[in-house]
């Protein structure tokens, strides 16, 4: 892993676009502040939360969710022109979930409305069902996470769905990556300073 583990720091991380870092800083987080909300992720978001078990508590919602990690492996791959943070939460008000599962259906959900991907939809109906029933069952609180480690399980890419704003002095900015490299906060000043 790269970081350290959440008992040691108290931390999750979250990535979000260079271009929202200004506001990030200013105001925070919170689960629809961003232009890519709407366009890209609030269906999806509500098309899994229809699939959500009656045992799942009623303020978790994926619809309003900011989503976080609780580490990255090693050798992620990040996206350019990102900034990677770590934030403090609240963990009576976070839920684990299995990220791959989710990702599994991302591509099908977006091609089921495009002209010659009609497939999509019955890969939806069929497959897509049983991987979102096991998204949820397989989902639990963050506590009770820290006590089964589910998170450490492989194939079990934890995903920290955070149902509460994050507060500006609850963010600790970590790195920046580009095309090119990945550096730290320090190591961006230094090189921007130096004009390199």
Not at 76 to 93: P, Q
Not at 100 to 113: G, Q, R, T, V
Request: net charge positive; with cysteine; hydrophobic share 35%.
């Amino acid at each position: 892993m790269i970081f350290p583990d959440y008992k040691e720091t108290g931390l999750v991380y979250h990535v979000a676009p260079i271009i929202d870092l200004d506001e990030i800083i200013n105001k925070g987080i919170k689960y629809d502040d961003k232009i890519t909300y709407t366009t890209k992720y609030k269906a999806f978001h509500r098309y899994i939360d229809s699939f959500k078990k009656d045992f799942i508590p009623s303020w978790v919602i994926r619809e309003k969710t900011i989503f976080a990690s609780l580490n990255f492996n090693n050798g992620h791959t990040w996206h350019s022109h990102t900034v990677i943070m770590g934030i403090k939460i609240n963990e009576d008000k976070c839920w684990i979930a299995n990220e791959n599962l989710a990702n599994e259906i991302y591509e099908p959900f977006i091609l089921k409305d495009i002209k010659s991907f009609e497939v999509a939809r019955d890969y939806l109906n069929k497959k897509g069902s049983k991987i979102l029933e096991k998204y949820w069952n397989t989902s639990l609180s963050f506590k009770e996470n820290l006590q089964l480690r589910r998170d450490k399980t492989k194939g079990y890419d934890a995903e920290v769905l955070i149902q509460h704003d994050i507060l500006k002095e609850d963010i600790k900015l970590i790195a920046i990556t580009s095309d090119h490299k990945i550096m730290s906060i320090k190591e961006w000043k230094s090189f921007l300073s130096k004009g390199e």
